[in-house]
């Protein structure tokens, strides 16, 4: 038995429906209950709320979850391998255990929450986490209908979320994250910790929605941060060509010198170029 519940250890459960990790759906299952419970503890007081995990897998977090106290864990799994171990957790707590088959890529939980707001708690597979990240980002309306998202991602990943102006890691991602939420890295997890062990580090990001974001035209937020980072070794005046508007007057809404490179332009730079860009292209469409 574990130390958070009565269920049979994590690799029992593996070995006896068979769940060898497929690298094909990016698995690398964490055993550790002890550090599943440390990321299900990141979210926050657990008492009563809703949550949502992608990739479940044999249910080491979705474990911690359920004992830490939250009311209703709606997993998405798209291997159904993976069904029957989550069963087997979910007749341990009756009617606290959504179990959805599908491809999280595709699947929207909103019409399962209704007025509810949810958590993203999840060990994402590593070949669909940062799609799933920009995904949530770019949610329509906003505020969305998460209240956090606590996610863990290869190391490097996790840099590029919460990097900020003349940090290397600094680009398109950084721009988009830091923009509508709050980010954080909290902690990492050795290779070690994982079967089958990754080659890289991996890292724990809280992601909190920022209840009123600079306003911005998101569409041209992306497409500004695309240009600039494109050609990030160039200036300014140089990369924001693309776009088919005069770079400077770009920058100088930005209130930044054209010569600058992308990485040494502030969040709220970003937004004002963007702005300006929707403002260009509207006085445009209108005239």
């Given at each position: 038995m574990s130390g958070i519940d009565d269920l049979p250890p994590l690799r029992d459960v593996i070995k006896r429906h068979d769940l060898a990790a497929?690298?094909?759906l990016g698995q690398n299952f964490l055993l550790d209950l002890n550090l599943t419970s440390r990321i299900a503890r990141a979210a926050g007081?657990?008492?009563g709320t809703t949550v949502i995990e992608i990739g479940p897998g044999p249910g080491g977090l979705t474990r911690a979850l359920l004992a830490g106290g939250v009311r209703?864990?709606?997993?998405i799994e798209r291997d159904e391998r993976a069904l029957g171990a989550l069963e087997?957790?979910?007749a341990h707590y009756p009617g606290r255990?959504?179990?959805v088959c599908a491809d999280a890529m595709e699947f929207d939980p909103r019409p399962m929450l209704g007025d509810t707001r949810a958590r993203i708690?999840?060990?994402l597979p590593y070949n669909i986490a940062t799609l799933l990240l920009i995904g949530w980002l770019c949610a329509e309306p906003w505020p969305p209908w998460y209240e956090m998202m606590v996610l863990m991602f290869q190391r490097e990943v996790a840099q590029r979320i919460v990097a900020r102006e003349n940090d290397d890691a600094f680009g398109r991602?950084?721009?988009l994250s830091n923009w509508r939420c709050e980010t954080s890295m909290l902690f990492d997890i050795a290779p070690s910790a994982f079967v089958p062990q990754p080659k890289v580090t991996s890292t724990v990001v809280r992601l909190t929605p920022r209840v009123a974001p600079e306003p911005c035209d998101r569409a041209a937020l992306e497409q500004v941060a695309a240009a600039a980072f494109g050609q990030r070794r160039k200036m300014l005046r140089q990369s924001l060509k693309s776009l088919g508007v005069d770079p400077a007057r770009l920058a100088a809404a930005a209130g930044v010198d054209p010569t600058r490179r992308a990485e040494t332009v502030p969040v709220s730079g970003f937004v004002a170029m963007a702005n300006e860009l929707a403002d260009i292209r509207n006085h445009k469409n209108t005239s």
């Open positions: 497929k690298k094909s007081p657990l008492d209703r864990v709606i997993a087997e957790i979910a255990l959504d179990i708690v999840a060990n991602l950084a721009v």
